[in-house]
């Protein structure tokens, strides 16, 4: 089962990265480089202060453990424990690989912090904002499988490191979610 799995990862992996041009590298090097995204975020920022108000101040903040939990949780605790070498670093993989400013990442892959910090924020702020902001959903999953994407591009992520991200952030974000609603609503 394993070898299915790693053979579908390595096939996946291949087909992506190795379907690149000029344009596509710059535009998934933007996509993984974490400040590209910091206009968005002000932007989130200013919506969540004009629509919430006073309450915004929680939501906001909650961001902070959030991201603090879901990278720590990735990049601290999982990749270290697991030591799964990204594809850049995977001796039978490494020479097949298209890599963007020669970047290959650091040594271990799983689970994507990227794919975990970035689904935690779409589904943290997906689920409290869902009343007042109805189409939040629509703009922050489309970004979060746009940065995934982008980690297979680049060679240094398999599809299954962006998938467990996902899931681990997406449990994070709704974790959090329910703690807002906790802090909001007591009863």
Request: aromatic content about 18%; hydrophobic content about 50%.
């Amino acid at each position: 089962m394993f070898e299915i799995i790693k053979r579908w990862d390595d096939a996946i992996l291949l087909f992506i990265n190795n379907h690149h041009n000029s344009f596509w590298d710059n535009a998934m090097w933007f996509a993984s480089g974490i400040q590209s995204w910091f206009p968005l975020y002000a932007f989130i920022i200013i919506l969540l202060i004009v629509k919430f108000k006073k309450q915004s101040w929680l939501l906001i903040f909650l961001i902070i453990p959030l991201i603090i939990m879901s990278d720590q949780l990735a990049s601290g605790i999982i990749k270290p424990l697991l030591h799964r070498l990204r594809p850049s670093h995977n001796r039978d993989l490494d020479h097949l690989l298209h890599y963007v400013n020669r970047y290959r990442g650091g040594l271990y892959s799983f689970p994507s912090s990227h794919a975990t910090n970035f689904f935690a924020l779409a589904t943290y702020l997906s689920l409290v904002t869902l009343k007042k902001i109805k189409w939040m959903p629509c703009l922050l999953f489309p970004v979060a499988l746009f940065v995934c994407y982008s980690r297979v591009y680049l060679g240094v992520h398999y599809p299954s490191d962006i998938l467990a991200g996902a899931i681990l952030g997406s449990f994070l974000g709704w974790l959090i979610s329910k703690l807002y609603y906790w802090a909001t609503n007591p009863e």
